[in-house]
């Protein structure tokens, strides 16, 4: 398996290359240069096999034997998964009238982000133990994917983690279980910006090429491809138990399976297109809040940012740029690197694209979408709450409000992803007018000592982060060549 980029400029990368990677040096994103199919015959194979088992056939058909030998890689991906808070790793919750939540939030950071992330970084420690090398991680964070890098990959002895969250942007929860991380490797960063900000002065950062190699920088953001990979697990999962294929004849066509999406950096719908692409009967809903581009996209062919980000119940979705939005235009365009170069340096250089009228009609033909204000996700999370005593998060609220007003069609089954526990979101429950009791893990981090640095807001604040972050990226590598501790 080889990988390129969107962009067209790079090409032959295996999957340790772009593991290591952010992104590619043309400024696209890296994807498989071609997908396996997946037949009938492989899904009926797949269907008894627990989601954990599952994750290492889908790894295997991306990463050769060569690089991670298949004994290996099923060890890595047990390990990885190996302290999550329930045995099967993610559950399917079966609710009244059809609904059906698959729930991927029972890894530490209680978000879907922590399935990827765990076996992503199982998988970088793995070369680097084998290399004897050291990484530095550089993370934009809208809210989930920072804490679960921190909780991935802390103390850790050849990687460093550089988060970088919008502060006032996220949860009170979110914000602890990145700030409460005293470990010598983790460093974390408060942004008085949005995380679409954030991403302006990281991009600068990876496109410098001397800085990448010379430090070893790379992205643990959806970015990474290994993410993304992970991800194709869970949409199978979801067929496998839901679609109804093993009551279908055997000769007959794999029945259709509906998947509700919230949306946001759009590495899940990603990963769903992906999927879909690999011979598996999907049918995608992308659900995103006030922040719709990406159903201004798929509706009307608007690619376009609006003026400001604006905050919502979900933050974590608060997204203006969906940035793997570029992998699903590159798939979707018959991998047209030129076409999509040149559509995304468009966007961004004006923040503004439409799409070509023969792409915006494939999108609209593989992802239907819709957009739901906060007053939309607190009646979802109240009426949930009402007909099954089962609380949602705000953020899967926003899929699940089109199970109460986009009823599916007789004989389609539909599953929603459950992205987040509530207990991340108690505001939100509450302006619910519902109650939770918080785990433990949650109530001790009022408890904890904190330590993080602030980037505040200046004239130039994108040319001033970038150099406080490259700074603070050199000073690390510093203490690691001297080997000695980077806080006192």
């Not at 970088?164 to 409460?180: L, N, S």
């Not at 819709?370 to 996700?377: L, Q, R, S, W, Y």
């Not at 700074?471 to 080997?483: G, L, P």
């Amino acid at each position: 398996m080889r990988y390129c980029s969107t962009r067209g400029g790079v090409q032959g990368w295996d999957f340790r290359d772009v593991l290591f990677s952010g992104f590619a040096p043309d400024g696209g994103m890296f994807m498989p240069e071609s997908l396996p199919m997946l037949s009938p015959d492989t899904l009926r194979s797949w269907s008894g096999l627990h989601y954990p088992q599952l994750v290492v056939e889908v790894a295997s058909l991306f990463i050769s034997t060569q690089l991670i030998p298949r004994e290996d890689l099923e060890a890595l991906v047990s390990s990885a998964l190996s302290g999550f808070s329930v045995p099967e790793v993610i559950k399917l919750a079966r609710l009244k009238e059809g609904l059906s939540v698959l729930e991927l939030f029972h890894g530490n950071t209680m978000a879907f982000k922590d399935l990827a992330m765990t076996c992503t970084v199982h998988f970088l420690d793995y070369f680097l133990h084998k290399e004897r090398g050291r990484a530095i991680v550089l993370v934009g964070t809208s809210g989930d994917t920072g804490g679960s890098a921190i909780q991935s990959a802390k103390g850790l002895g050849g990687l460093d983690v550089v988060v970088v969250y919008p502060q006032g942007r996220i949860t009170p929860v979110q914000e602890k279980q990145m700030i409460t991380c005293m470990e010598d490797n983790i460093h974390v960063f408060a942004a008085d910006g949005s995380s679409d900000d954030i991403d302006v002065p990281l991009r600068r950062l990876f496109a410098d090429q001397e800085l990448v190699k010379c430090h070893g920088l790379m992205s643990l953001n959806s970015v990474n491809w290994s993410r993304i990979m992970i991800q194709l697990a869970h949409f199978i999962y979801a067929y496998l138990q839901m679609s109804g294929m093993d009551q279908a004849e055997a000769e007959a066509p794999l029945p259709l399976l509906e998947v509700v999406v919230p949306t946001g950096g759009a590495g899940n719908i990603a990963a769903g297109c992906i999927v879909k692409k690999m011979g598996v009967p999907l049918q995608l809903v992308a659900m995103v809040n006030t922040n719709d581009i990406v159903h201004r996209a798929v509706q009307t062919g608007d690619f376009s940012m609006a003026t400001s980000v604006t905050q919502t119940l979900a933050p974590a979705i608060d997204i203006q740029d969906p940035y793997n939005m570029e992998r699903v235009f590159w798939l979707l365009s018959g991998r047209d690197g030129a076409l999509i170069k040149s559509m995304m340096e468009e966007f961004q250089h004006t923040h503004r694209h439409t799409l070509p009228e023969h792409l915006h009609k494939v999108l609209s033909q593989v992802i239907s979408a819709g957009t739901v204000a906060d007053e939309g996700i607190v009646e979802t999370m109240r009426r949930c709450w009402e007909e099954n005593q089962y609380l949602l998060c705000p953020h899967t609220a926003v899929a699940v409000w089109h199970h109460y007003h986009c009823p599916p069609r007789p004989g389609l089954n539909r599953c929603y992803l459950a992205t987040a526990s509530p207990a991340k979101f108690q505001a939100a429950v509450q302006r619910a007018g519902l109650t939770l009791d918080l785990p433990e893990a949650v109530r001790a981090l009022n408890n904890m000592a904190t330590r993080y640095q602030k980037l505040e807001r200046s004239q130039n604040w994108t040319i001033d982060w970038e150099d406080r972050l490259r700074e603070i990226i050199q000073s690390i590598s510093s203490a690691r060549e001297r080997r000695v501790t980077y806080y006192s």
